[in-house]
């Protein structure tokens, strides 16, 4: 076994790297840019090594300098991770001449799985069903007939060229054919110039199922059940569960087989991961490609069977045994984990960069019907900077069931308190109680298809509202009691009116003697509900029981009332004395302004390039201008059709998120 | 006897109707509410107790004879704010527009009078006219009667004004002279003299926004020290403004139970200070930290915002709190900085509160509009105005503390109580690379010379052991145990006895 292991990556994985190096009795080394000299994982591996600037092209990914630190630290063997030098054959291959021993599988095997054509022959190859196609050209209609016929319907003719939708037409029949193969070509024609197409089966209600595999030097390897990663957005993916709730057994089986023998035949000697893209109709799977590294979502696994995938990859690359075999590996109870992304979720999902001022994950351990894991590797205070995956974390529980480990995924989330950057929080707690997830019938086009106009928050439950008003009251009741001098020993009963669009208009609060305790009545005519929360003035977090039933909620105060999230949804709420409620019905509502007419900067960036200049007309939709911020430039466009009235910021300005960047007249 | 009593309710329903209803639904259609139920969400539900509300004016002028309103375009009295006593007038604008004649200067003036003797803080609700032109001097004569006690009051009980509507000419000074300021945005407006003669004078064309609104005086001239989004938000924050503040300087300012632990550690502020001195770092985010609860109410907030001050509690008890913003121009004092600070440390200092002071300062803005502007004098402000404080005196340097502005920042050598550093302090006349530049300034040809002196007057420099060796710094601290040290050194302050040269007063560099 090795002495020192270095650790080629950062952030989460890094200290997940160093958890379980730490438990096999193995000191850690860490390699660190710039941008991560405070972080986490330098702070807890036994030595750290800066090597270099922040960019990754300038550090993390430099082979040289993995190198120099691995000899520096006295490492026998080296962790990539996943990204940066991963995937990387140049770079196992380099260690070898080094006599460092890379944690990942052999050279040979990443590269053979590493180039798209080579990975789909080899699969064939391998017995491995492939997405039966035509790759070469296609120059008539009844050519394109005959490969359809073979293929079998339904199938998806494309333009070689194609993307953003264009160039692609599904066929379900010879007439479907005959029609849309020179309509695709035409349309190739003009939007490309290319008017190339190829044929192939087009997969219905596909979904996104991989197979871990795992494999020694011995040439075992074994497959660890599956994952179910369909929930993705921009083929990024967001929510991973392991079993996938389309898979029985026999399926699972197939898939399974099919996968390790793909990587007996690369002599797989670590773990690994086969992609599958399967139909939700006929549970047909067809290869897509593997990933020689361990995954993102490794987590679910280990969940599941009970493994430690980085341990297995450290024994394997260690020259040891696999110790158990495929009948050994048990599927128990059901996973999920769900990504928390720095990025605005109500603005088409933008990056949010920033410091975390308060960072307050849930609790690992227990929770509802299941268990918490958090892999993490920031803490509070952490900066989120614009160089890296803007993941924060990754949420994981684990329960006897698929509904147990979903409900615990919601309440560990509603628990997930963050501020300073915009998160995906309120979209992953939504999916979480979103019916369609909750059926397990979904394709990877369940985002769009689910929230086709972007997310805008979670619709609000009748349930959750009465939640957040007694969470209000009860805080406001709290400070009240306080402010009016009286004793917290004793009892207390305060009537409020209830400002919040759609909810009880009335709420008693009787704060009983304590902090910590209260009975609820909504309205005059409701029932009296027992309310019990420990949370404290200055608190983001509010953990609370409303008669007998547990939730979570974060609440920050405005200058009246408190802007409160629960389950998904967002409010502001504001638990008014009777007379100012009175007042306030008597007073006009304040026109607020008119938004649509002024275009702010969605994120904090460069302004690139201005587009437009005073008096131009717009049309809705038109770029104004090019906001750069974490070297992605994004289009600021107008909202409607208008004259620009006023440009606020020139070429070269810094903005701030909510800056004003044009006026339309 | 009966209808006798009923008379008294006739009268009083008829007071309390001031300008009548059609004039009160004016109001509202303006986004305002009427002077009765401003008090009414001011203070606590039926703790309000009128004065004069028969007080009728004595003009017979102009046809005024018979044009009479009891109450005459005030409404006067005394409440409770959370139970503490307050006084309170609140102009009546839907009486006589609310104008000031010589009856309703004499309501003011008799509670006043009446805060003063009795220490209770007065709230002046304005939303008026203007002086009642029908009784000429008369008028003017109530105005200095108010503004008189509104001097003697200052230092003695707090002066809060709340700018509702129109305020202009006379009634714009009595404001001036209280202790803070506060407007509600839209719908209020203040000045000197209004657009119609600025257009005369200066061909000027403005509209009373423009000219006076809540946006101009919070931001750009400091005359507000806030501004809130309606009627209803503002008098809410006045409630929680008064709950800081002492009912007089006869009197320590109110604690209250606290929800939090004076031991609180914050790990996270081990990684506020960015590892590139330049960098800028929120210094709201230290203060919401340290503070009870992550409870603070910021005064100013939109003027001079290079400089932040604030009043939190600590352990229950009431602090002020000055501190450089370095989000903000790099922190750095300019006049409107150093004038917003200073008044606000001799509020804390007249009325016994406690001053934080957290201090990231690169020095005073150079250049020739600061000094033309008399940055010499507005900075001498805020200097006069540490030193002369007697009040328990805190500090903490976060990172640099550099020149003069060093010293003004409360340091120990203006009777600095308990002075703390962070490991990140650097205090210094200047930044190594200017130290380098005056020192060795026959070396500047050669960088690589530069780059050593450089790095060798940071070492020097570049950390608060320097200070500390010579007892400038009482000891440097760690950022994540900041909360508990202040409080820690406030608790051995509480019995602080310190007494300046006996004057007749100080001759502050106004």
């Known amino acids: ?665 | 006897m009966q209808h006798i009593l009923d008379e008294l309710e006739d009268r009083r329903a008829r007071a309390r109707l001031g300008g009548g209803e059609k004039r009160v639904e004016a109001q509202h259609a303006k986004g305002k509410l009427s002077a009765r139920e401003r008090i009414s969400l001011l203070l606590d539900e039926d703790s309000f107790e009128e004065y004069d509300m028969f007080v009728e004016h004595r003009c017979a002028e102009f046809g005024m004879a018979a044009n009479k309103i009891p109450g005459d375009g005030v409404v006067t009295g005394q409440g409770r704010i959370n139970g503490r006593l307050v006084y309170v007038f609140s102009k009546d604008f839907t009486v006589f527009g609310g104008s000031l004649s010589g009856a309703h200067a004499a309501k003011i003036t008799k509670i006043q009078d009446m805060a003063l003797r009795n220490g209770a803080p007065i709230i002046g609700i304005f939303d008026a006219g203007g002086a009642r032109i029908q009784e000429g001097v008369e008028s003017l004569a109530g105005y200095a009667e108010i503004f008189q006690r509104n001097i003697l009051a200052s230092g003695v009980v707090p002066q809060i004004s709340v700018i509702m509507g129109p305020c202009a000419g006379g009634d714009v000074y009595s404001p001036a002279m209280t202790d803070f300021i506060f407007m509600v945005r839209d719908t209020s407006y203040m000045y000197v003299t209004g657009p119609d003669v600025v257009k005369t004078v200066t061909n000027e064309i403005v509209t009373h926004e423009e000219l006076g609104g809540a946006r101009v005086h919070a931001t750009k001239s400091g005359v507000a020290d806030g501004a809130f989004e309606n009627d209803i938000e503002t008098l809410l924050q006045i409630r929680r403004l008064v709950d800081f503040l002492p009912g007089s300087n006869r009197e320590k300012p109110p604690a209250r139970e606290s929800f939090d632990d004076p031991d609180r550690l914050e790990e996270s502020l081990d990684r506020l200070i960015p590892a590139n001195p330049n960098t800028p770092y929120d210094m709201k985010e230290l203060i919401e930290k340290i503070v009870d609860e992550g409870d603070f109410f910021e005064l100013s907030p939109d003027y001079g915002k290079n400089i932040v001050i604030a009043l939190a509690r600590m352990e229950g008890e009431t602090i002020g709190v000055v501190a450089n913003q370095p989000m903000v121009l790099a922190g750095v004092l300019d006049s409107d900085a150093s004038r917003k600070a200073a008044r606000f440390v001799r509020f804390c200092d007249c009325f016994d509160i406690p001053i934080v002071t957290l201090v990231d300062v690169p020095g005073f803005l150079p250049g020739v509009k600061q000094e033309y502007g008399g940055l010499i004098k507005h900075g001498a402000k805020l200097l006069f105005a540490y030193g002369e404080a007697t009040v328990p005196k805190v500090t903490v340097i976060t990172r640099k503390a550099y020149g003069g502005a060093y010293d003004v920042m409360s340091s120990k050598h203006l009777r600095g109580d308990v002075n703390y550093a962070w490991p990140s302090a650097e205090i210094a006349v200047m930044g190594a690379k200017g130290a380098v530049e005056i020192i060795f300034r026959n070396e500047i040809g050669e960088p690589e010379k530069i780059a050593e002196r450089t790095k060798e007057y940071r070492d020097r420099f570049a950390n608060p052991f320097v200070a500390a060796s010579l007892g400038y710094l009482d000891d440097v601290i760690k950022p994540h145990s900041t909360r508990r040290r202040i409080i820690r050194a406030l608790r051995t302050l509480k019995n602080k006895k310190l007494e300046n040269p006996w004057k007749k007063h100080d001759n502050i560099p106004l």
């Open chain 1, 1 to 665: 076994m090795f002495d020192r292991i270095l650790i080629a990556n950062r952030g989460e994985i890094a200290v997940r790297i160093i958890g379980t190096a730490r438990r096999l009795g193995i000191s850690t080394a860490i390699v660190y840019s710039e941008a991560d000299a405070d972080s986490l994982a330098v702070e807890m591996a036994d030595e750290a090594i800066a090597i270099g600037p922040s960019p990754a092209a300038q550090s993390y990914l430099v082979i040289e300098k993995i190198i120099a630190a691995a000899r520096a630290a006295g490492a026998d063997a080296i962790h990539p991770g996943f990204g940066f030098l991963s995937e990387n054959a140049a770079f196992a291959r380099a260690l070898a001449a080094e006599n460092i021993v890379f944690i990942g599988p052999n050279a040979a095997a990443i590269e053979a799985m590493g180039d798209k054509i080579e990975s789909k022959k080899r699969a064939a190859a391998a017995g491995v069903s492939t997405v039966p196609g035509f790759p070469g050209e296609i120059d008539t209609v009844a050519r394109a007939l005959e490969i359809s016929e073979q293929i079998g319907f339904p199938v998806m003719i494309k333009a070689s060229a194609g993307g953003g939708g264009k160039g692609i037409r599904v066929a379900e029949n010879r007439a479907e054919v005959e029609e849309g193969f020179p309509a695709v070509r035409a349309e190739a024609k003009n939007a490309f110039g290319d008017d190339r197409v190829f044929i192939e089966k087009f997969i219905r209600d596909p979904r996104h199922i991989e197979i871990q595999v795992l494999g020694d030097k011995h040439g075992t390897v074994v497959y660890l059940g599956e994952r179910e990663c369909s929930i993705q957005r921009r083929n990024q993916k967001v929510i991973e569960e392991a079993p996938s709730p389309l898979l029985e057994a026999k399926t699972r089986a197939a898939m399974g087989e099919q996968a390790a023998a793909l990587a007996r035949s690369v002599n797989y000697d670590s773990a690994g991961t086969v992609e599958f893209v399967a139909s939700g109709v006929d549970r047909s799977f067809y290869f897509l490609e593997m990933n020689t590294r361990l995954q993102v979502e490794h987590p679910v696994t280990e969940m599941i069977t009970g493994l430690d995938l980085v341990e297995q990859m450290i024994r394997s690359a260690a020259g040891e045994k696999l110790s158990f075999a495929q009948k050994d590996v048990t599927i128990n109870g059901w996973a999920v984990e769900s990504r928390l992304y720095a990025e605005d979720p109500r603005r088409n999902f933008l990056p949010s960069i920033g410091r975390l001022k308060r960072y307050e994950p849930p609790h690992e351990g227990p929770l509802g019907p299941g268990i918490v894991r958090l892999d993490s590797g920031v803490r509070e205070g952490d900066e989120i900077s614009i160089f890296y995956d803007p993941m924060i974390a990754k949420l994981v529980t684990h329960a006897p069931t698929r509904r147990e480990a979903i409900a615990t995924q919601a309440m560990a989330l509603d628990r997930f308190a963050i501020e300073g950057i915009r998160d995906n929080g309120a979209f992953l707690a939504t999916i979480m109680r979103e019916p369609g997830f909750l059926s397990g019938e979904f394709t990877t086009g369940y985002i769009k298809a689910t929230f086709p106009d972007g997310f805008q928050g979670a619709p609000l439950g009748p349930r959750a509202a009465e939640q957040a008003i007694a969470a209000c009251a009860f805080a406001r009741s709290l400070l009240a009691r306080r402010l009016a001098g009286i004793s917290a020993g004793s009892k207390a009963v305060f009537d409020w009116a209830v400002l919040a669009a759609g909810m009880p208009s009335m709420v008693r609060v009787h704060l009983a003697p304590g902090r910590g305790h209260a009975a609820i009545t909504f309205d005059q005519a409701g029932k009296e509900q027992a309310f019990e929360s420990a949370w404290r003035p200055g608190r983001l977090l509010m953990e609370a029981t409303l008669d007998g039933e547990e939730f979570a909620l974060t609440l920050k105060p405005l200058p009246t009332g408190w802007a409160v999230a629960i389950a998904g949804s967002s409010l502001n709420v504001i638990i008014a004395t009777p007379n100012e409620a009175a007042l306030r019905a008597r007073l006009p509502l304040k026109a607020a302004p008119d938004l649509s007419r002024i275009v702010l900067s969605p994120m904090p960036g460069l302004v690139v390039s201005v587009d437009a200049a005073p008096g131009q007309e717009v049309k809705a939709g038109e770029g104004l201008m090019v906001v750069e911020a974490m070297k992605m430039q994004n289009i600021i466009r107008a909202e409607r059709d208008g004259v620009v009235a006023k440009v606020h910021v020139a070429a070269g300005a810094t903005v701030a998120a909510d800056d004003p960047l044009v006026e339309l007249a």
